[in-house]
């Protein structure tokens, strides 16, 4: 059992940055695939960006491509979401997830899943 606790949301002006961490318990997050979503209510949601177990391999959504790294520490257990250059089209809860191995861009196939952590950014 992996429990994920996302921190880091928050109100930004447009064109700012933040960081958000994702940090795990309860199981060592090395084993596990660890992707962002968001969602914005009313809506599905929406694949940001993923990255495999060892770090090795990285996914971006094309709306994020070039704005938005993530990476990994394993040995602290936690997998950062560095967003630049934000937008208003960016506003939306973000998700964390974990699985073994899933589809990278689809929420389906991630078992774990924190709270979520408010991500606002004003015009």
């Known amino acids: 059992q992996v429990q994920l606790v996302e921190t880091g949301g928050g109100l930004v002006q447009a064109g700012g940055s933040l960081r958000l961490s994702c940090a795990a318990s309860?199981?060592?997050?090395?084993?596990?695939?660890v992707g962002w979503f968001r969602q914005v209510a009313g809506k599905e949601r929406e694949f940001v960006s993923a990255i495999s177990w060892s770090g090795g391999s990285t996914f971006y959504a094309d709306s994020v491509k070039g704005r938005f790294i993530i990476s990994r520490d394993n040995a602290r257990n936690t997998v950062s979401l560095q967003m630049n250059s934000l937008k208003p089209d960016d506003t939306a809860v973000y998700y964390c997830?974990?699985?073994?191995?899933?589809?990278?861009?689809?929420?389906?196939?991630?078992?774990?899943w924190g709270q979520g952590t408010q991500v606002t950014v004003s015009s």
């Open positions: 309860g199981r060592t997050l090395s084993s596990y695939d």
């Open positions: 997830a974990a699985d073994e191995r899933p589809t990278y861009n689809n929420y389906h196939q991630y078992h774990y």
